[in-house]
């Protein structure tokens, strides 16, 4: 009987207060990222050591929301030839693998997951957090797209011309097709946010996620994608310039590659 006048009052009261958490919801972004703010200035930082090759690969979205969000991390590199005696010694036989206060952890969504939240820039309410997946899950899905175009080349059934032959032809359809596809999405989602970010109007894992990957993209070492494939897309373009453009993103990129 109490349990059911406490459920029925419980009830009540949350149907009384949602709409007016609801209109407190445009505060919730501004306060969140403070309180974060000063949580990572003040509080216990995690001591992080993220380990991967030299390259940016899938490592680059964890280590720039680090720089981004200002979370210090020991950004070990581990060269081509070193790998095959660590390889046994690492968690899945990959990398790259994170350490988090003596735990290692394997998985790069992991952990662009877990700095997302230390950092705030995974957002904690969860319909925010539905859209960071999506984007995150559209990017992966290019990735996804472009991966067998790479791996062709280290298929040992093949002979080095055939391999490059069916390379081509992937990177064709790639870069007449499927890469504007989602280079258009992006930019719909973009138009629909309307902040210049994907979600809300401060940076996100989804923001450093994709911007990671149209710097790959016009990096021209991917052959037969143009450099140019961002370009017909302004919305995404801008998107890239501002992200590229913020201070700490530069001294980043001064430093690394
Ligand atoms: N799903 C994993 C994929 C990791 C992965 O594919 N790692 C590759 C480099 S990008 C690797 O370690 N290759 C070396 C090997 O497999 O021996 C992640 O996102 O962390």
């Given at each position: 009987m109490l349990?059911?006048?406490?459920g029925v009052g419980a009830g009540f009261a949350l149907g009384y207060c949602m709409p007016k958490l609801d209109a407190l919801a445009p505060l919730a972004e501004p306060v969140e990222q403070a309180l974060h703010k000063l949580h990572l200035q003040f509080g216990p930082k995690p001591n992080i050591q993220?380990?991967?090759?030299?390259?940016?690969?899938?490592?680059?979205?964890?280590?720039?929301?680090?720089?981004?969000?200002?979370?210090?991390?020991?950004?070990?590199?581990?060269?081509?030839e070193q790998w095959p005696k660590l390889k046994p010694t690492s968690k899945f036989g990959q990398l790259p693998m994170m350490e988090v206060d003596g735990t290692t952890?394997?998985?790069?969504?992991?952990?662009?997951?877990?700095?997302?939240?230390?950092t705030g820039m995974y957002p904690s309410e969860p319909k925010k957090a539905l859209k960071v997946d999506e984007v995150i899950g559209l990017h992966e899905d290019l990735w996804g797209a472009i991966r067998p175009s790479i791996l062709v080349m280290r298929d040992p059934k093949l002979s080095q011309?055939?391999?490059?032959?069916?390379q081509a032809e992937m990177r064709k359809e790639l870069a007449d097709e499927k890469i504007p596809a989602i280079l258009g999405f992006f930019e719909k989602m973009l138009?629909?946010?309307?902040?210049?970010?994907?979600?809300?109007?401060?940076?996100?894992?989804?923001?450093?996620?994709?911007?990671?990957?149209?710097?790959?993209?016009?990096?021209?070492?991917?052959d037969g994608i143009?450099?140019?494939c961002v370009d017909p897309f302004p919305k995404l373009k801008a998107f890239y310039n501002q992200i590229n453009s913020r201070p700490e993103v530069e001294e980043w990129y001064k430093k690394k590659k």
């Open positions: 349990r059911t006048v406490a993220l380990t991967y090759f030299d390259i940016a690969g899938v490592a680059e979205k964890v280590r720039l929301t680090c720089v981004v969000g200002k979370l210090p991390f020991n950004d070990v590199r581990v060269s081509f952890v394997a998985q790069s969504s992991a952990m662009l997951n877990y700095v997302g939240k230390v011309k055939e391999a490059q032959r069916r138009a629909e946010n309307g902040t210049g970010f994907f979600v809300g109007s401060t940076p996100t894992t989804a923001d450093i996620a994709v911007y990671t990957q149209l710097r790959a993209l016009q990096a021209g070492y991917l143009p450099k140019t």
